[in-house]
T-cell receptor
């Protein structure tokens, strides 16, 4: 089992460009999450999907959109990238309505110039 | 805003010594979890303690929870070089549905000196 996979691993964008970060899981979890990690800030939740067909905003949703394509896949889209979105992005899965132990992907390192 | 605050921000100890790091939080919780992050990698779940538990062990890890003080501690005994990593606490708040989404602290950077 691959667990949680993310693509791409690295990306450099120019201000104003768009891109989609992909996340897929084979753990049969209901809930999926997108976080960003900045130095000294810990992880901050961008969006989450408690179950297939639902999405909700987290702590820092501005500038992002998400799609829960099916139970396995949860994508994060930057429509018009800004330098403030330079960060490391992590996808995670878990069971929101159980103990919510989460399993993380390896991350995508994004730089916006 | 961050629910959890780890203390200290950074810790360096000799291999074989014990490492203790603390987490404080602000509101009532359902459970508190600790995660490890090796440099350049995703987070890995270490241990979960429920709000009605006071202490939990897993291998060389010991976690305590004091809900009256809204604090938790993670003790790693007999540290090894491979324990070098950042450690994060994460809290899950009560809600009508069971557990709320996790809120992570800012982390403790642990360095084990061989």
């Amino acid at each position: 089992n691959a667990g949680v996979t993310q693509t791409p691993k690295f990306q450099v964008l120019k201000t104003g460009q768009s891109m989609t970060l992909q996340c897929a899981q084979d753990m049969n979890h209901n809930s999926m999450y997108w976080y960003r990690q900045d130095p000294g800030m810990g992880l901050r939740l961008i969006y989450y999907s408690a179950s297939e067909g639902t999405t909700d905003k987290g702590e820092v949703p501005n500038g992002y959109n998400v799609s829960r394509l099916n139970k396995r896949e949860f994508s994060l889209r930057l429509e018009s990238a800004a330098p403030s979105q330079t960060s490391v992005y992590f996808c995670a899965t878990g069971h929101l309505y159980l103990y919510n132990e989460q399993f993380f992907g390896p991350g995508t390192r994004l730089t916006v110039l | 805003s961050q629910q959890g605050e780890e203390d200290p921000q950074a810790l360096s100890i000799q291999e074989g010594e014990n490492a203790t790091m603390n987490c404080s939080y602000k509101t009532s919780i359902n459970n508190l979890q600790w995660y490890r992050q090796n440099s350049g990698r995703g987070l890995v779940h270490l241990i979960l303690i429920r709000s009605n538990e006071r202490e939990k062990h897993s291998g060389r890890l010991r976690v305590t929870l004091d809900t009256s003080k809204k604090s938790s501690s993670l003790l790693i005994t007999a540290s090894r070089a491979a324990d070098t990593a950042s450690y994060f606490c994460a809290t899950s708040k009560p809600s009508n549905f069971g557990n709320e989404k996790l809120t992570f602290g800012t982390g403790t950077r642990l360095t084990i000196i061989p």
